[in-house]
Structures are given as structure tokens and as C-alpha cells.
């Protein structure tokens, strides 16, 4: 069981950020900028494209619904979508809010948020998740 499966299943505390009966987002805890989330299949997959096309497709609409709110509780120019896939071998997809292209730049410091930050974000976009 990946570390993903057990944030999706409770076992591990995570920022949830948007929940359904197939997909969970939640907060990256390790951003490399503000409101940087994470949407997972609850279904351990290790690489997103190994996912079966109805699948794929579900999680894109969802990650469309999570951008959305992000971008309704942290207004930037754009939600930038990013998979990579590399540090947990579990399917997962990157939204980052954007202002410029800069801010999907992995390379970069990560931020340091404080815990009761996080919490006050997560709780912003989950409160705009429709």
C-alpha cells in the first residue's frame, strides 16, 4: 500500500481538499507554491497512464473540478496541471495556481507553510469544490 492509498483511506492525516467516491485531492505538503494539490485515484495505480481510458478520463473531469476551485479560493491567472510520477508510485496529478509559468518550476525551494495555514487553504478549496 503506497503512502498515496493511505492518505486517500484515512490512515495517514492529509489537507483533503475534494473528495468523491473514486478520486481524493489534498494539499502537497511539500508546495512549490501556495494551494499546490494533489488528486489521486483511490485505486492504487502506480502510473496514471496504466489507467484504464474511462478512468483517466473520470480523474481529468475531477482534477478540472478541483482547479476550478482553487481558482475560486486563490485567484491566479490560471491552474497549472503538471504529472510527473516519479517521487510515489501511485497515479497523481499536480494542479498549481499560476501568476506566471514560474510558478510550476519543480526545481525551486519548496515552501513552509505553517499547519494551521494549510488547514485554512484546504478548507478555502474545499469550500469551493462543486
Not at 21 to 41: G, Q, R
Not at 50 to 60: I, V
Request: net charge negative; hydrophobic share 50%.
Amino acid at each position: 500500500m503506497t503512502i498515496f492509498s493511505k492518505i486517500a483511506a484515512g490512515e495517514i492525516p492529509s489537507y483533503k481538499c475534494a473528495e468523491d467516491e473514486k478520486f481524493y485531492a489534498f494539499l502537497d505538503i511539500n508546495p512549490v507554491a501556495k494551494a499546490h494539490t494533489l488528486v489521486i485515484p483511490k485505486q492504487e495505480v502506480d502510473y496514471l497512464f496504466d489507467m484504464d481510458d474511462a478512468s483517466l478520463a473520470e480523474m481529468t473531469v475531477f482534477a478540472k473540478r478541483v482547479a476550478k476551485a482553487i481558482g475560486k479560493a486563490f485567484p491566479c491567472r490560471k491552474v497549472g496541471m503538471a504529472v510527473l510520477g516519479l517521487e510515489v508510485p501511485h497515479a497523481h496529478i499536480h494542479l498549481i495556481p499560476l501568476h506566471s509559468e514560474g510558478d510550476m518550476d519543480f526545481r525551486k525551494e519548496k515552501l513552509q507553510i505553517p499547519a494551521s495555514e494549510m488547514q485554512e487553504i484546504a478548507a478555502k478549496i474545499l469550500a469551493a469544490f462543486e
